[in-house]
């Protein structure tokens, strides 16, 4: 029997209803910028030595909650943790960030990838997400995720991260099928993952498109939207009694928030480029809305801050239907004092946007 959950503002905010403050986490929340973190990465050895031991990624899944009164959990893992268990040799190099040891380079090798050997391989996120459910015992609701197929695509083409990726869009566009088809296997890997999180004991799913901004106008709704649609199609809605919320995220994708808003998720995270007022504007109660300071904002001072989180908080307006995050991932070389300076704002100021 699942334990009764305490607070529950994050999942209501996420489908527009009432709540008594804004709730708030942050993308990476459990990361470098905190000692605990690089500790417990110490003690596993590698990064991959950590996401794959549910017992250190529960532990640093929680240490964030025991220093700041955040309103979910959010899965330790990795998006790549998808094509790694589809056979290309996931590895971390210092500076250089996530690389592949077998990039895709052929339509051969497209076509051999088999998703479902993903359920098999991913067990032990499977077991960090059952044993943080239980370690959470109801505090907050748990947060599980995917990389969408297009953003997991770019780095088992490229091999990596990119500046242009020039590999990734030559394929797209001189051989859409080739890349339609791996979309198509990566969209059904990424429904699977999602799926069997939920059955784990994930409360609410995130699909983070960290690239799709990095296509055009045209491109995006092609090779990246449609696929995310597609997931969240087969993406179950309920667990415990209650609606599990979906929230998705593209990176650079202000522009074309009434496209995503239709995609049948709840929410719709942004970044910090996208004006929160004229996107609320724009999606009116169809969806809620997450974001969007920018994380850069956190090297301020912690007056600075607390005005950032009041201009942030302003700028959605009075209401319910806002998640308060950050426009992406918290980087490392953050004061976790200056966090806990965003944390106290938001729950200090936030209220008075709640108040009937």
Request: net charge negative.
């Amino acid at each position: 029997m699942a334990a009764t959950l305490q607070n529950d503002r994050f999942l209501r905010a996420l489908l527009r209803e009432p709540v008594d403050r804004t709730p708030l986490w942050m993308m990476r929340q459990a990361g470098r910028y905190l000692p605990e973190y690089r500790a417990t990465r110490a003690e596993a050895g590698s990064f991959m030595g950590l996401c794959t031991n549910p017992e250190l990624a529960c532990e640093v899944t929680m240490q964030p909650l025991r220093r700041y009164d955040m309103d979910a959990a959010i899965l330790f893992s990795d998006i790549l943790t998808i094509p790694d268990a589809m056979g290309l040799g996931l590895y971390f190099s210092e500076g250089e960030g996530p690389r592949f040891e077998r990039p895709l380079t052929s339509d051969a090798e497209i076509s051999a990838l088999e998703p479902e050997r993903c359920r098999d391989e991913l067990r032990y996120v499977m077991d960090a997400v059952a044993l943080i459910r239980s370690e959470l015992n109801g505090k907050v609701p748990l947060i599980g995720f995917s990389g969408s197929p297009w953003t997991l695509a770019t780095y088992m083409i490229e091999g990596g991260s990119s500046k242009d990726f020039a590999k990734t869009k030559a394929l797209a566009f001189d051989n859409p099928a080739s890349m339609h088809l791996l979309l198509e296997k990566l969209a059904d890997a990424v429904a699977v993952y999602l799926t069997t999180q939920v059955e784990h004991g994930a409360q609410a799913l995130q699909i983070f498109d960290t690239w799709g901004g990095a296509l055009g106008h045209r491109d995006y709704e092609e090779f990246s939207l449609q696929y995310m649609r597609a997931v969240v199609e087969r993406l179950p809605r309920e667990a415990d009694g209650r609606r599990v919320p979906i929230i998705v995220f593209t990176k650079g994708g202000g522009q074309w928030i009434e496209r995503i808003a239709d995609c049948g998720a709840d929410a719709v995270g942004l970044d910090w480029t996208t004006d929160l007022a004229k996107a609320r504007a724009q999606v009116g109660d169809r969806v809620a809305l997450q974001g969007n300071m920018d994380p850069a904002m956190l090297h301020a001072s912690p007056e600075r801050i607390r005005r950032e989180v009041a201009s942030v908080l302003a700028s959605f307006g009075h209401g319910t239907g806002h998640v308060f995050n950050l426009g992406h991932g918290i980087t490392p070389g953050i004061d976790p004092a200056c966090v806990a300076a965003m944390v106290d704002a938001v729950i200090e100021l936030s209220p008075a946007y709640h108040s009937a």
